[in-house]
């Protein structure tokens, strides 16, 4: 079957070249998958720095291409998909220095010793790649979460092939971003299949029943996550599944903060639930202000930015249906309307900004549950100590935030971080959930529906999703690893307990 | 319902004065473990150090209860269990030395600073103990895996209180265990809830489902794995089950290293596939001998000995009754008896050691199965170049051994070792798999169906299993854990990318 594509901005398919993966097809890409791994482990880590250097280089000479394809596809905006490209090539040049660094092998030797236990044998671990992964792309980032995402550029660093399920909402994007990565794997003499793309759904539930497939990582919903789980239960060998989900990411403003910067923050505020069509899994859905003058002011503040505001393409029909449902849902759970503009939809995906408003005693699991899309539910507290109940209504979430002032009580303050912590996967402090920085200590993940998982899908440590540990006992130098050799110095290593820093 | 314990030595079963947990009792355990967590979080990384110190010194003072309950409960010698307890102290003060290390946290620190995407905010990250976490223990280690195991000695570091299921083959065990640990704690002002247990099958499906419970860890079947996380599955928010399951560990005898020591490798492979009735999970229990007149003479002399060896006492009737229909089993599949010596059962589980025997071109799947006792099948193979078509039959291991010879060639041994990486978490080279040893480098996993997950159970890295990462985005330094506070140097931290070893 043919595969269509559909431009959010008209609402009309257009017929592409692409067809959707039979199940031979799937087993092509997962068989060349698994026939290339040990041509990514062959590349040795250096070598494997070297080629994901040249990725980020090649996605980022077709980047008219892939920001015209995606623009078509998605109708986010030319800069918001220009900054969205360079985050995939910063997110490559991240890994190849992660793989530089040489630390993420977690490199141990314990050397032949007396223990308590009788003698100990010499024993040597390192991480080693599980194996073909499977990644599932996301809607929302045509290219820092799907074909050229992050769970692409770990799985690739850690030595992993990579056969990516195309998200529906971007096929051409998802086809231009694999031949760019796939140029440079073949600039570098590596063979098909180190990444390839399948289309379908039915195609992603062959593929997660592969015996070749190692791993599965998905950017989606809990419902897809829950599906994926079922199918990799099915499995005779089951395999480890890394979901993103969804998220609310509450914000709290606290009395002095309001009193402080009311005007300030109800920009920030704007800017960070309406960004990109509101459709980041890290968009502030709840924001908790003061019943209070400067809260008053910053409620206003926000209105009028929301009631002014022009209308947001969204990815896809279904969002955009989920997202009409639920600015009615919300209302009939009680949540009422702030502000919603009144816009020309046109032929589009195209909806207004929504801003709710609910007391605090009236919110609910409901009016707490993730609405992709610009929409923001205010909920207004009169006393900081209602706000711990508040919390424990709102699902955990990737993110957690609190504004601060001047005067605040810092007892208030570190309680409400702790319960932040215990249902977040990040604090921030004075600022916004979205704009993810792409560094060494970032951490994209949480508790339940948030992701699955105790690993993270942003930072680098991601990369520890798609290794293994692998230990060897008694082994001879020239067998081992260069990495765990004595005398090797070049990256961190625990020796006899001690850790070692890399020299270079 | 009372918990009755079956001495199987003699078989008889006597009363406790334990009962089976219901579901309220499951209840507290749970409620309690959740209310522990702060006490742990707020005992700190050095508190809870002194703390797994005093653990071990509790389970140390109390060795001659513990060892008598186990030996009554499991049949297993008293040297052997008298080394197990001193291998659970062990684990607990190697726990101590990962907490004072601080390595474990992964702190990561990085300052704000540009960025190609901006400025970039001041992100800093560290792991933090995800919660209670319910440990199903193991039939075959009273002390080691169970109770007093690795994973409670891993979950409490972490700073997770832990729930026991208790196995049914040693609840008086587990009792005297859980009082010595809760002795250490209760001494050091914690509360109760810290660690518990509860007992029975249905106890262990409630507390899985319970929603205090933040992780489970089980060492068992493959069967019990799949019913877990289905059982997980069904929660309103899945956590992660990690599973040590079951394993073949095949051993590769090369022909140059039986021409050069048959006797010894004779006597190396007996102790380790009878040793604590084989009912180890890294027992070796298919070993690769050659059809020549050295891997005859090997063959011979590990015959001798089986045929000459006196029973073993199994743990409980099920194993019991599992070996005895395996070894039938075998023999039905095609493989021949080498020996087997005639032995008084008497009214307890005791059974006779095994050996079969087997050509490689007769292996089989069916052959190639965990059988838990002390069985070995031999498969004789003619020409090193068979071994890769036979261990691909062989299931994937916690282990892949290979002993050498002064003549290899260096290519096969090259190829066999990638084989066995592939398809093990260990590789032993002339040695043994049993006697795991506890240390820091050291890995207990390997693929499905020898454990479900990236980790490993045994080491200094298995307390990775319970934490999760948690990011603190512009926080004020008052409100940050000392260790991810500018200028704290104690512990190994990765300051903007650069990783700082610590001074402690």
Not at 163 to 183: E, G, M, N, Q
Request: one cysteine or more.
């Amino acid at each position: 079957m043919n595969v269509t594509t559909i431009d959010p901005r008209d609402g009309r398919a257009r017929a592409t070249d692409l067809t959707e993966t039979d199940q031979s097809g799937v087993e092509t890409a997962a068989g060349q998958a698994s026939r290339a791994t040990q041509w990514l482990i062959d590349l040795g880590r250096l070598g494997r720095a070297h080629l994901l250097d040249a990725i980020a280089t090649s996605l980022e000479s077709r980047r008219g291409d892939l920001v015209a394809a995606a623009e078509a596809e998605t109708g986010l905006s030319r800069p918001r998909l220009d900054t969205e490209l360079t985050r995939a090539a910063v997110q490559f040049r991240m890994f190849e220095a992660v793989l530089r660094d040489g630390g993420y092998l977690e490199a141990a030797i314990d050397h032949a010793a007396d223990t308590p236990l009788g003698p100990g044998p010499d024993v040597r671990r390192m991480l080693v790649p599980l194996g073909p992964v499977a990644v599932f792309g996301a809607s929302n980032f045509p290219f820092a979460f799907s074909v050229a995402g992050g769970d692409t550029a770990s799985a690739l660093a850690a030595g992993c092939p990579t056969v990516v399920k195309a998200h529906p909402s971007h096929p051409v994007t998802s086809r231009v971003s694999a031949d760019a990565i796939d140029s440079a794997i073949r600039a570098m003499g590596g063979p098909g299949g180190v990444i390839s793309i399948v289309y379908g759904e039915q195609a992603g539930r062959w593929l997660v029943g592969h015996p070749a497939i190692r791993a599965v990582a998905l950017t989606g919903s809990a419902g897809a996550a829950r599906a994926l789980q079922s199918a990799i239960d099915e499995r005779a060998d089951p395999v480890p599944l890394y979901a993103e989900m969804g998220s609310v990411n509450p914000i709290i403003v606290l009395p002095e903060a309001a009193a402080s910067r009311a005007d300030q923050i109800a920009d920030g505020l704007f800017a960070s639930f309406t960004n990109s069509g509101g459709q980041l899994c890290t968009k502030p859905g709840l924001a908790f202000i003061p019943s209070d003058p400067a809260g008053d002011r910053l409620v206003d503040a926000l209105r009028d930015k929301v009631a002014t505001s022009g209308g947001a393409v969204l990815l896809n029909e279904r969002i955009r249906d989920a997202y009409d449902r639920g600015v009615d849902n919300l209302q009939r759970a009680g949540a009422r309307l702030a502000a919603r503009p009144r816009i020309d939809a046109g032929a589009g995906f195209t909806v207004a900004a929504t801003l709710l408003e609910v007391e605090l005693p009236g919110l609910t699991g409901e009016i707490a549950d993730e609405c992709f899309g610009p929409l923001m539910v205010v909920v207004r507290y009169r006393d900081v100590a209602e706000l711990d109940a508040g919390l424990s209504i709102v699902p955990p979430s990737l993110t957690g935030s609190v504004h601060r002032g001047p005067g605040d009580d810092l007892e208030v303050v570190r309680r409400l971080v702790d319960v932040l912590a215990a249902r977040s996967g990040r604090i921030v402090f004075d600022g916004y959930p979205t704009g993810v920085r792409v560094s060494w200590a970032q951490h994209h993940g949480g508790p339940w529906p948030s992701t699955n998982a105790v690993h993270t899908s942003v930072g680098a440590t991601s990369i520890r999703r798609f290794l293994r540990p692998l230990a060897w006992q008694g082994a001879p130098e020239w067998i081992l690893p260069e990495e765990l050799r004595d005398g090797y110095t070049a990256i961190p290593r625990r020796v006899d307990g001690r850790l070692e820093p890399g020299t270079e």
